[in-house]
């Protein structure tokens, strides 16, 4: 159902551009004229909130940074246009704001789809993840349609963007320690890894965590009879 409501707003947005890149920066400015909220509707319970929203949920009530990224990046999917979730980090070292890079078949872009804007260098020059951890000077353009006006001005966008990575590390102890640990192990390589898309959908994220539930209490059982065993 959540595919088949996700497939009928895309094909509402038509007519769109053939050209993949066009394309997806004319979603981002029509994404970015709809409704947005400071938080993400919980997926089921306030309990799931940590695995972000549905896009059908987005459409109905709007969503914050993330929740509007996930909306962007599955409904580019739906038209075959490859994209994943990037974040932004304020120069306080905070995780800040949700960005989407895209894939077209001519290069890489990374949009806004809540500010309706694009990032490029100051020749225009579109921008990917690498270009900004690099520290390529940033130039925001405005997408195609959008009624935004740009970042307001405030410090809370004050960005750093060689800081930018593919998640927000800094949300909870638990992802900071994590961060650690996974940095240590890619050398790295952690800050450049993009999330498959599938792993955008909520349902996807609980069958996961599911999955590695009943893993851990079969290798605490398989243990406890080792143990018993001897």
């Not at 938080?39 to 306030?46: A, E």
């Not at 809370?156 to 102890?173: E, G, H, Q, R, V």
């Not at 940095?183 to 609980?206: H, K």
Request: one cysteine or more.
């Amino acid at each position: 159902m959540e595919l088949v409501r996700l497939r009928r707003f895309v094909a509402s947005q038509d007519p769109l551009p053939e050209d993949p890149a066009l394309c997806a920066l004319e979603l981002a400015g029509r994404i970015s004229n709809r409704q947005h909220r400071s938080t993400d509707p919980y997926y089921l319970s306030p309990i799931l909130a940590p695995l972000g929203a549905t896009p059908s949920a987005v459409l109905r009530h709007g969503g914050c940074c993330a929740g509007t990224s996930r909306l962007y990046i599955l409904c580019l999917n739906v038209l075959r246009v490859p994209a994943n979730q990037v974040t932004v980090y304020h120069r306080s070292g905070n995780a800040q704001h949700c960005l989407v890079e895209i894939h077209p078949p001519n290069g890489r872009l990374i949009a806004d789809p809540v500010y309706g804007i694009y990032y490029t260098d100051a020749t225009g020059r579109a921008l990917g993840l690498e270009d900004l951890q690099a520290g390529v000077p940033v130039t925001c353009r405005f997408a195609p349609g959008t009624r935004q006006a740009g970042y307001p001005s405030n410090s809370y966008y004050d960005f750093d963007y060689i800081l930018t990575k593919t998640a927000n590390w800094t949300m909870s102890w638990q992802r900071r320690l994590a961060y650690k640990v996974l940095w240590s192990i890619t050398g790295g390589g952690i800050d450049r890894f993009r999330l498959p898309v599938i792993l955008e959908w909520p349902q996807a994220l609980l069958g996961v965590l599911l999955v590695g539930v009943v893993l851990l209490v079969h290798g605490v059982v398989a243990i406890a009879r080792l143990f018993g065993d001897l």
